[in-house]
């Protein structure tokens, strides 16, 4: 599956979250890996759980990403709670805990003023939303879907400051 753009003028963003690497012999699906693998940059919404996991998606595109409850003290060290991440004119702000579900899109959008999209995890139930002309996702998990439907990430399309998120299902 090729998922660059021909365009010089997109930008592909991977965004994922609640990777929880290595766990037992848990990794990516192979369906994950081909778009990290086509992605430009990679969003990590926190919970990478270690140093050798995030270096393993540094090996497909540069990554930014945030702290999650889970990672190790490595990683809590090195990640911020929260970024600001510019893509291509766009702003994307990414935090991994969102908080109660009662308010939240407000209080996110309210954390990153100005942003085009706030990414977060932490539930592992992907979202798509808008609040206001800002856009609300939250990846899910391409590892562990918990109460989702599915294993999922989302595949951002990112051109002269303009959006177009996809959710992509895993099997």
């Known amino acids: 599956m090729r ?29 994950c890996v081909s778009v990290l693998a086509s992605a430009e940059l990679i969003v990590h919404a926190g919970d990478v759980t270690s140093a050798a996991a ?49 308010g939240r899109h407000e209080r996110l959008v309210g954390w990153f003023p100005g942003c085009d999209a706030v990414v977060y995890g932490h539930t592992h139930l992907p979202e798509l939303a808008r609040q206001g002309a800002t856009w609300i996702l939250n990846p899910g998990s391409p590892t562990e879907r918990r109460r989702a439907p599915h294993r999922s990430l989302i595949l951002l399309e990112v051109a002269a400051g303009s959006l177009r998120p996809r959710l992509v299902e895993l099997p």
Do not use: C, K, M, Y
Request: charged fraction near 30%; proline fraction near 6%.
């Open 54 to 102: 995030l270096d393993e998606l540094r090996s497909f595109a540069p990554v930014e990403a945030v702290r999650g409850n889970v990672d190790d003290a490595e990683l809590q060290a090195a990640l911020p709670e929260r970024r600001v991440v510019e893509v291509d004119g766009a702003r994307l702000g990414v935090v991994h805990d969102p908080g109660l579900r009662e």
């Open 3 to 31: 998922l660059r753009q021909a365009s010089a003028s997109v930008t592909l963003v991977a965004v994922i979250a609640d990777t929880h690497l290595p766990r037992g012999g848990r990794r990516l699906p192979d369906e």
